[in-house]
């Protein structure tokens, strides 16, 4: 019988990468069956295969869809992404926090598999100790972690790759995807499709109609690369009151930007984060089970709650003495004067070198290249529900009506069933199912739903060709 602290030592992660990720060959071993493949393969006619499921996006969401279908043998898919290797998601790119505003506690991608969780990944080079030292989790820490999750479960990603327009095959009965590759195009064909594109997938990131007609010399949004080393000494203009408009101006100021003032509409900063409230298994996993009318409260009351800087990311901006705060200032004119941007507000104009945008995204499906010959048949808010009078709120109205498990709905039933065929895992899915795609937190319980989905759809379609199978199967375990 082992003592209390030597059953803690046998209990606890391995250390080094090289051990860590023997113990989860050993847990993927152990956690196994069924092992058997199980979905019929399919062909055109002319010997081209067709993918069982195609996963746009190779970030977070894309690597735990694809893993979680592996795990349930669904083994001829392919993920594309479009960005750099190594580059996937906005960790190394336009994400400019310098941690990720989850708790480092989350779990999600792993599956419930402690050996591959971030934090047996980061223990096993740095020691308990050294993850006990961690607030909050570095993001190119975590971009680190997503390349080794793909290399080590060996997740088949083709970087640098865009896919275009989704077009159904009747004749197919599969989905065709054009994937542009250096300039090259290739046809691929897929029964399945699951956009895993990220916060603005559902959309596009937008700027305000009066910046988008100033030269682009003059402003960018937060998604954008920007130059910061251009701006040192320069005074910069930020619109918006979320986490990526502190951490933009704290960026410019870092490097050495004059001056930046921030505007926001509000009379005050939000100072309570309906986020932190929202972190709890009911709503993570049930949001979705909700009638639509409280689907549509709920979601519109985090909405209008507003999403605040966190502490860190508000100190880490306010400690600047050239740092300055502009409340109830929506930008109402905005003009070119002379190499400058002049923007008006209700109290005062300003001029400044350059603009930083952080006035987030639009949903609109229609904006969606991949979705151009789709968006016509699938279901919005807007066509299943009318809210309230007092609980208006048009981009929530423009959100896709999807299904439980992230598929589209047709917009008219009975004209397009092949829609349901296409996973919209992106940030468009929290008004039907919460935090779902590009939202770390809710992935513990929404990656399982969207797997789920997409086995239930192959079973489904294949239950006559399992029958036969069934019917013809002979294979004796004992003589009479």
């Known amino acids: 019988m082992h003592d209390r602290d030597s059953l803690v030592s046998l209990l606890r992660p391995p250390q080094g990468l090289d051990a860590l990720e023997d113990a989860l060959r050993r847990d993927l071993d152990i956690l196994a069956y069924p092992s058997r493949s199980w979905v019929p393969p399919r062909s055109a006619?002319?010997?081209?295969?067709?993918?069982?499921?195609?996963?746009?996006?190779?970030?977070?969401?894309?690597?735990?869809?694809?893993?979680?279908?592996?795990?349930?043998?669904?083994?001829?898919?392919?993920?594309?992404?479009?960005?750099?290797?190594?580059?996937?998601?906005?960790?190394?790119?336009?994400?400019?926090?310098?941690?990720?505003?989850?708790?480092?506690?989350?779990?999600?991608?792993?599956?419930?598999?402690?050996?591959?969780?971030?934090?047996?990944?980061?223990?096993?080079?740095?020691?308990?100790?050294?993850?006990?030292?961690?607030?909050?989790i570095p993001k190119e820490l975590w971009a680190d972690y997503l390349l080794?999750?793909?290399?080590?479960?060996?997740?088949?990603?083709?970087?640098?790759?865009?896919?275009?327009?989704?077009?159904?095959?009747?004749?197919?009965?599969?989905?065709?995807?054009?994937?542009?590759?250096?300039?090259?195009?290739?046809?691929?064909?897929?029964?399945?499709?699951?956009?895993?594109?990220?916060?603005?997938?559902?959309?596009?990131?937008?700027?305000?109609?009066?910046?988008?007609?100033?030269?682009?010399?003059?402003?960018?949004?937060?998604?954008?690369?920007?130059?910061?080393?251009?701006?040192?000494?320069?005074?910069?203009?930020?619109?918006?009151?979320?986490?990526?408009?502190?951490?933009?101006?704290?960026?410019?100021?870092?490097?050495?930007a004059g001056q930046v003032d921030l505007f926001y509409r509000r009379k005050k900063l939000p100072n309570v984060n309906p986020y932190r409230w929202a972190e709890f298994a009911g709503f993570l996993r049930h949001h979705g089970d909700l009638p639509d009318a409280q689907r549509w409260r709920f979601i519109r009351q985090i909405i209008e709650m507003g999403q605040l800087p966190p502490r860190d990311t508000f100190e880490r901006a306010r400690r600047h003495p050239h740092f300055?705060?502009?409340?109830?200032?929506?930008?109402?004119?905005?003009?070119?004067?002379?190499?400058?941007?002049?923007?008006?507000?209700?109290?005062?104009?300003?001029?400044?070198?350059?603009?930083?945008?952080?006035?987030?995204?639009?949903?609109?499906?229609?904006?969606?290249?991949?979705?151009?010959?789709?968006?016509?048949?699938?279901?919005?808010?807007?066509?299943?529900?009318?809210?309230?009078?007092?609980?208006?709120?048009?981009?929530?109205?423009?959100?896709?009506?999807?299904?439980?498990?992230?598929q589209f709905q047709e917009k008219r039933p009975g004209t397009a069933p092949w829609i349901g065929g296409v996973f919209n895992y992106t940030f468009g899915c929290l008004l039907s199912l919460g935090f779902g795609g590009a939202s770390i937190s809710g992935m513990k319980y929404s990656l399982p739903r969207l797997v789920g989905g997409i086995t239930q759809q192959l079973y489904l379609d294949d239950s006559e060709r399992h029958f036969r199978a069934l019917a013809d199967y002979a294979l004796t375990e004992f003589e009479p």
Request: charged letters at 20%.
């Open 324 to 406: 300055h705060l502009h409340a109830a200032s929506p930008w109402v004119e905005v003009r070119e004067q002379e190499g400058q941007a002049v923007v008006h507000t209700p109290h005062a104009t300003h001029t400044f070198d350059f603009l930083i945008i952080a006035s987030g995204f639009t949903t609109d499906l229609s904006l969606r290249p991949e979705l151009a010959e789709l968006h016509p048949h699938i279901a919005l808010w807007q066509d299943r529900f009318t809210p309230p009078e007092n609980e208006q709120h048009a981009d929530l109205l423009r959100h896709p009506y999807l299904g439980p498990a992230f």
């Open 148 to 256: 080794w999750y793909r290399r080590v479960l060996g997740i088949p990603v083709t970087c640098g790759t865009k896919a275009g327009a989704l077009h159904w095959r009747a004749d197919l009965d599969c989905f065709e995807v054009p994937a542009t590759h250096a300039g090259e195009t290739q046809t691929l064909l897929a029964r399945k499709v699951v956009l895993a594109t990220g916060i603005d997938g559902s959309g596009r990131w937008e700027a305000p109609p009066e910046v988008r007609a100033l030269p682009r010399s003059l402003w960018a949004h937060t998604h954008d690369p920007i130059d910061f080393e251009s701006l040192r000494g320069k005074r910069v203009g930020v619109l918006g009151a979320g986490a990526s408009a502190f951490d933009n101006a704290s960026v410019a100021l870092e490097t050495g």
């Open 45 to 136: 006619p002319d010997g081209r295969p067709i993918l069982d499921a195609l996963i746009v996006g190779g970030g977070q969401s894309g690597l735990g869809a694809a893993f979680g279908l592996m795990r349930e043998r669904v083994t001829n898919l392919r993920v594309l992404d479009d960005g750099r290797d190594g580059f996937h998601g906005p960790w190394k790119t336009f994400a400019r926090m310098l941690t990720l505003r989850t708790p480092k506690y989350l779990t999600g991608p792993d599956y419930n598999i402690p050996n591959l969780s971030f934090r047996a990944w980061y223990e096993a080079q740095h020691g308990e100790e050294g993850f006990r030292q961690v607030a909050l």
